[in-house]
């Protein structure tokens, strides 16, 4: 099965700074790769579909991209409802996986 | 407007059989496909399997032998079965409607606990 790498897995930022989520799978995934978000106690929710088209109704300062093995959830100006863990998970080939999360925190 | 609901037990004893459902509204599941989707607790998310609008069934390959999924049409529900569980199968589990492979409807979730 493909293997899914979050780093970091803890990121502390600033309101207002620009956070970059990295995602590495252990071969190539064709893109076929989407983030989630998940706030403390709720389920996750989509942000991103196939590396870089934004969900209906996500701000735009959410934006994804990445080939190959690597991708990137670029949050361009960050808020404090941005608090949550994020997933990668990729559906290209045999079991779907998610990565292990990025916890993300204000500083 | 989608909604998916979980429901089942809370608790389950070891060795015993899990049995979820997923009833959902707002879209149909001739058309649309129905993930599971399960997280323990503190821990991150785990990919169960997939009921596709045709019927057809694909399992996460670490425990495929344990689960069944399938569905009733009619009442627009989905199930889950799991056999032979044991604590480690304690997790909030979900469901999420699936348009080709993105999941982009979740319900609440449905927590279990595996415990005598």
């Known amino acids: 099965d493909i293997q899914m790498t979050q780093s970091p897995s803890v990121l502390s930022a600033s309101v207002g700074d620009r956070v970059t989520l990295s995602c590495k799978a252990s071969?190539?995934?064709?893109?076929?790769l989407d983030w989630y978000q998940q706030k403390l106690g709720e389920a996750p929710k989509l942000l991103i579909y196939f590396t870089n088209n934004l969900q209906t109704g996500i701000p735009s300062r959410f934006s994804g991209s990445g080939s190959g093995t690597d991708y990137t959830l670029t949050i361009s100006s960050l808020q404090p409802e941005d608090v949550a863990t994020y997933y990668c998970?990729?559906?290209?080939?045999?079991?779907?996986?998610f990565g292990g999360g990025t916890k993300l925190e204000l500083k | 407007q989608v909604q998916l609901k979980e429901s089942g037990p809370g608790l389950v004893q070891p060795s015993q059989t899990l049995s979820l459902t997923c009833t959902v509204s707002g879209l149909s599941l001739t058309s649309n496909s129905v993930s599971w989707i399960r997280q323990p607790p503190g821990k991150g998310l785990e990919w169960m399997g997939v009921i596709w609008s045709n019927g057809g069934t694909d399992y996460n390959s670490a425990i495929k032998s344990r689960l069944s999924i399938s569905r009733d049409t009619s009442k627009s529900q989905v199930f889950l079965k799991m056999n032979s569980l044991q604590t480690e199968d304690t997790a909030m589990y979900f469901c999420a409607g699936t348009t080709g492979y993105v999941m982009d409807a979740w319900g609440q979730g449905a927590s279990v606990t595996v415990s005598s």
């Open positions: 071969q190539n995934i064709n893109k076929n």
């Open positions: 998970y990729q559906y290209n080939s045999g079991t779907w996986t």
